[in-house]
């Protein structure tokens, strides 16, 4: 796509690193990216139904609406604020603006809720991205302007501090935010539509502070204030999508709250008080500088996994010899592969040092049987030698292990690599950006180039890719996906439309789907926990909070509740080895053997 910006210079737009549900983003040379709207036309909107006539008369809105706003953009916005710079037109007509690019690695604060990726960030790293994010906000009030839409997926998280993206939807002047998205919303704007609720009054700074707090609330108990199962004795539970407007909260004696939460009694009282204030009795207003302080004064963020040796039909055996904490756990072809870090060091199954560095949690690793490779944003790092660079997808490096060493993206070639090199060739090659995961047998993975979205299983034999796998492209922002490989490939997306719905495909290595599942946010479906899977022979093994769960490829599910001694919904099953299936909780990894 050819692009002219407001000052006269062509661009051209090939490489696509983002999608949401309104835009598509470009990488631009000079530290820059393009932000390119869609119209009533483009594809991704045809859903059927009233979701897609809905999609398609908010993006035709927001073509009207966005030249105006953009060009009424209040300057000098605080530099936490990824704000537009420049517009960009083609064809003579305007279809996006240039802004500056979010320096990577760089995490979401959506994914600091999860229990794996909080666990490894210093409470201090925390704190300090709170204490920014407070800061900024009196800044933009002060200057009329309110982020309206606020929730965890427009905070990203350098290692600079945090930015606020998706500047457009600000509100300010004469152009309200109408979007708003069910976790963040403050319920004091918002009035019930049948089984759900929507927004009919605007954002204020008000709301703003609301959904700060909503965030650290999912970051340090890692819920939300309205998750959990709601049993009241005696009536029927008030369904999941109205339980904000009632404050059925999880601090109510009638509701369930998952075991894999942090206990209230672990974060300091006065912070504790304060989101009960808030959250429960409508408190608002902005919140007092010193709560931001209290994050991490009353410890124990990570609760021990139970050490009970055995339960019913389950013995469990703990793993142990990883200093500190544990980042990162995989089993490889063979073996187990733990990476902790303790002491500035990060080690490997606690005995062999991979490198040396601060615990940011923005560092991934992957393991094969003889190397581990360490991740920082696109730069690549086999053991403490060789250095390389992939592709990013999303933000992420395009990386995966395989029996034979590595396969990663560089450029449009897909390439299999060897530990020692002395095998390196080029498997594929795709059009545009693209993401794969890789079994012991085979690959699955799609590539994206503009409107196309395709999926594709590979080999490492030398058989061209196979494109034809039917998995329907995304109807939302894509917020997570993975693929659990077991005899098959268990590919799982994770998409923010109004609501969260989890997305499941059994793929077999022929590019044949052998089942499919989809859920919503709050359907209390086991699939809420897919990203803590693991593919085992012809079956799924999924953690939650009454234990392990195996899923067939018909669907079928067998329940292992012995389990629950060890497992909840914040486990991560690693999958089969030595006689039985091992999982890692809390900071500990353990091997289930069930009779």
């Known amino acids: ?140 009030h002060d200057r009329g302007v ?101 404050r059925i909260t999880v601090h109510r004696p009638d509701v369930i709250v998952p075991k894999f939460a942090t206990p209230a009694d672990q974060l300091h009282p006065d912070l504790m008080h304060a989101f009960m204030q808030r959250i429960d009795k409508d408190e608002r207003g902005p919140i007092p500088s010193t709560l931001w302080f209290l994050i991490g004064e009353r410890a124990g963020f990570v609760v021990p996994a139970t050490v009970t040796k055995a339960k019913g039909r389950v013995v469990a055996e703990e793993l142990n010899g990883f200093p500190g904490t544990i980042l990162h756990a995989q089993l490889a072809e063979h073996e187990l592969c733990v990476v902790s870090h303790l002491q500035s060091s990060y080690y490997r199954n606690g005995a062999k040092l991979v490198t040396y560095g601060r615990n940011t949690g923005l560092t991934q690793f992957r393991c094969t049987d003889q190397a581990t490779i360490t991740l920082s944003g696109s730069a690549a790092q086999v053991d403490a030698g060789r250095q390389f660079v992939v592709d990013l997808f999303d933000s992420k490096p395009v990386l995966a292990t395989c029996p034979t060493g590595l396969i990663y993206q560089f450029g449009s070639d897909i390439i299999r690599e060897s530990i020692n090199e002395v095998i390196r060739d080029t498997l594929g090659t795709v059009s545009g950006t693209a993401n794969f995961w890789y079994g012991s047998k085979f690959g699955l993975g799609f590539y994206r180039a503009g409107m196309l979205y395709r999926y594709f299983t590979f080999k490492t034999d030398g058989t061209p890719f196979d494109d034809r796998v039917a998995i329907t492209r995304p109807l939302g922002q894509v917020v997570d996906e993975g693929c659990h490989f077991g005899s098959q490939a268990w590919y799982w997306r994770i998409e923010q439309r109004r609501k969260i719905h989890y997305q499941l495909w059994c793929i077999d290595r022929d590019g044949k789907t052998l089942c499919s599942l989809e859920a919503k946010e709050g359907d209390g479906s086991w699939l809420e926990n897919i990203r803590g899977a693991a593919g085992a022979g012809n079956h799924l093994y999924v953690p939650t909070d009454d234990g392990m769960v195996r899923v067939g490829l018909q669907l079928d599910q067998t329940e292992f509740p012995d389990t629950s001694a060890w497992v909840d919904g914040a486990t991560k099953i690693l999958g089969a080895h030595g006689g039985g299936i091992v999982i890692w909780s809390g900071n500990q990894i353990f091997r289930l053997k069930i009779a």
Not at 194 to 209: A, I, L, N, V
Not at 210 to 235: E, F, N, S, T, W
Request: net charge neutral.
């Open 1 to 140: 796509m050819r692009v002219t910006t407001a000052s006269g210079k062509q661009i051209t737009l090939s490489k696509q690193i983002g999608e949401g549900g309104e835009a598509r983003i470009f990488s631009v040379p000079g530290g820059l990216v393009a932000k390119v709207y869609k119209d009533q036309d483009d594809p991704s909107f045809a859903t059927g139904g009233s979701e897609e006539q809905r999609n398609r008369d908010g993006a035709g809105r927001k073509l009207r609406e966005i030249w105006g706003k953009l060009a009424a953009f209040p300057s000098g916005l605080p530099n936490s604020v990824v704000s537009p710079i420049e517009l960009i037109a083609s064809g003579g007509q305007n279809v996006g603006y240039l802004m500056p690019s979010v320096a990577s690695p760089h995490a979401r604060m959506r994914d600091w809720m999860d229990r794996t990726v909080f666990k490894s960030l210093s409470i201090d790293t925390v704190r300090e991205a709170f204490i920014q994010l407070a800061s900024t906000l009196p800044q933009l």
């Open 146 to 246: 309110v982020v309206g839409d606020f929730n965890d997926l427009n905070v990203l998280i350098p290692s600079s501090g945090p930015v606020l993206i998706d500047a457009d939807s600000f509100q300010y002047g004469n152009f309200p935010c109408r979007t708003f998205q069910t976790r963040f919303v403050d319920p004091q704007i918002c009035e019930q539509t049948g089984s759900s609720f929507t927004m009919t009054k605007p954002h204020t700074p008000d709301t703003d502070w609301y959904a700060l707090l909503i965030m650290l609330y999912q970051v340090l108990r890692g819920i939300g204030p309205y998750d959990g199962i709601h049993k009241p004795k005696g009536a029927k539970p008030v369904p999941h999508g109205l339980r904000p407007l009632q």
